[in-house]
């Protein structure tokens, strides 16, 4: 697929998703986020020479939300390698994100590390023999070296308001240290996973940053080869909560969403791809924003079952 190909099917794209007019509704349970207008979308490709294509608001920073787990466990399996797999699971939960259902059954011990209960135990991991601070520090050094930007940051405003409402992420957390499946305080780890959700990018920074995913030759290395395959695998099953098949099927690629709207989605060896539009369908995933994907994988051929 050439870039000559790729960017006039890009542009046609924003266009057709914008007079389709089919956008879901934005997250509401984080007061930050209510305000925001549903009616937006923006998508940027990276190419393997590292040419970044994009249509519609592809420089418009969103909040990265659930997104950020795919960088926390790239750098907790960078530091601890498999032994994350000891507190959390490798299997689809077919269970909303934030769900605690499971954890009763299971013992505290969450099913993938992207429902937030896994999520937060691997936050939790990355806080060992470190402040919050210097976890978070390191959360945004690596997504800043993965994107090479360094004006990547978090946005505080959107944390607090998250904290203070946090209360499900709250239980969730509290739960895990029964089970002693959380070393740290809840609301030290808590504190710490608010903050990377906050993290601010555009589709252009995001899809920069998921060059190491696509092993692209234009990507700085962040982790091993056999630990992107891993992280792909668990993207594709577990990526989209209880809508992961649904994209897998409709898609045919690993990917990750988060409530703010965005969506990381992988093309091994092909194209790094970010799209972003805030409305939400019913899994708490971007609802003009799978379609978009949708229509990209079927007019590029991009898929892991394609050979
Ligand atoms: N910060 C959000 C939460 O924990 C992330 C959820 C998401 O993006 O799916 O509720």
Request: charged content about 20%; glycine content about 10%; hydrophobic content about 40%.
């Amino acid at each position: 697929m050439t870039a000559d190909e790729l960017q006039p099917f890009l542009t046609g794209l924003a266009q057709r998703v914008m007079r389709e007019d089919d956008w879901g509704t934005q997250a509401d349970y984080i007061p930050d986020l209510a305000g925001i207008d549903p009616v937006q979308f923006a998508i940027s490709v990276v190419l393997p020479d590292g040419q970044v294509l994009s249509a519609g608001a592809s420089e418009q920073p969103f909040s990265i939300q659930s997104i950020s787990k795919i960088f926390t466990l790239s750098i907790a399996l960078g530091r601890i390698g498999d032994s994350i797999w000891a507190r959390v699971g490798r299997e689809p939960s077919g269970d909303a994100f934030n769900s605690i259902v499971l954890l009763e059954n299971e013992q505290g011990h969450p099913r993938n590390p992207f429902i937030n209960a896994g999520a937060i135990v691997t936050t939790d991991a990355l806080l060992a023999g470190r402040a919050p601070r210097e976890a978070l520090s390191e959360i945004l050094q690596f997504i800043r070296m993965a994107a090479g930007d360094e004006s990547i940051h978090i946005n505080r405003h959107v944390a607090r308001s998250e904290k203070a409402t946090g209360h499900r992420n709250m239980a969730l957390a509290h739960y895990l240290r029964s089970f002693d499946n959380l070393t740290h305080e809840p609301d030290l780890t808590l504190g710490t996973y608010f903050h990377q959700c906050s993290i601010e990018m555009s589709t252009r920074q995001l899809a920069l940053a998921g060059r190491y995913l696509a092993a692209l030759p234009c990507s700085p290395r962040m982790i091993s080869d056999a630990k992107v395959r891993r992280l792909n695998a668990l993207m594709l099953t577990c990526g989209q909560y209880d809508g992961s098949g649904e994209f897998a099927f409709r898609v045919g690629l690993p990917s990750k969403s988060g409530v703010g709207g965005g969506l990381l989605i992988v093309a091994p060896g092909k194209a790094s791809i970010a799209i972003w539009s805030p409305g939400l369908n019913e899994h708490g995933n971007s609802q003009a924003g799978t379609r978009a994907a949708a229509h990209l994988s079927d007019f590029t051929g991009w898929s892991v079952f394609r050979p």
